[in-house]
């Protein structure tokens, strides 16, 4: 529900926000807990969102979904345009590398675990049939 609290414009409510961005609101909250929102209140407590909040929760999905973690996103998310685009402000650039770097080896540790995994399987199917 769109409400104008006479706040200088429309506000929506944590429900309608979830609700448009298919986030729940437990976890509209948990970002507000670790700095990536940061909703204003209403007299009554309720946490209200701007129209840019539905933009904003896109960006940081879309910037989970790329493998960054929250306390990256924090850094990220202020260099961020409407269109996701992350714009070279001072010490993105780093923390970006240092991140694919971090996903870069991760990566190669499940390629190894993965080959050493189907040599068991291998080995398990040949002692199998070995066995028959």
Same mark, same amino acid.
């Given at each position: ?59 940081? @999905?879309? $910037? ?9 996103? !924090?850094?990220? +998310?202020?260099? /961020?345009?409407?269109? *996701? ?15 694919? @770097?971090? $996903? ?9 675990? !993965?080959?050493? +995994?189907?040599? /068991?399987?291998?080995? *398990? ?8």
């Amino acid at each position: 529900m769109k409400v104008n609290y006479g706040e200088g414009g429309w506000t929506v409510l944590i429900g309608e926000l979830a609700e448009r961005t298919g986030t729940s609101e437990r976890l509209l909250r948990h970002y507000e807990r670790v700095g990536l929102l940061r909703p204003g209140r209403l007299p009554n407590g309720y946490r209200r969102y701007d129209e840019g909040a539905e933009e904003e929760v896109q960006r940081i @999905r879309a $910037l989970l979904a790329a493998g960054l973690p929250t306390r990256v996103i !924090r850094q990220v +998310l202020p260099c /961020t345009t409407a269109g *996701a685009t992350v714009l070279p402000c001072p010490g993105i650039l780093d923390a970006l590398r240092t991140q694919l @770097r971090t $996903l870069d080896q991760r990566s190669a540790e499940i390629a190894t675990a !993965r080959k050493i +995994l189907r040599q /068991t399987i291998t080995t *398990a199917e040949a002692a199998a049939t070995a066995g028959s």
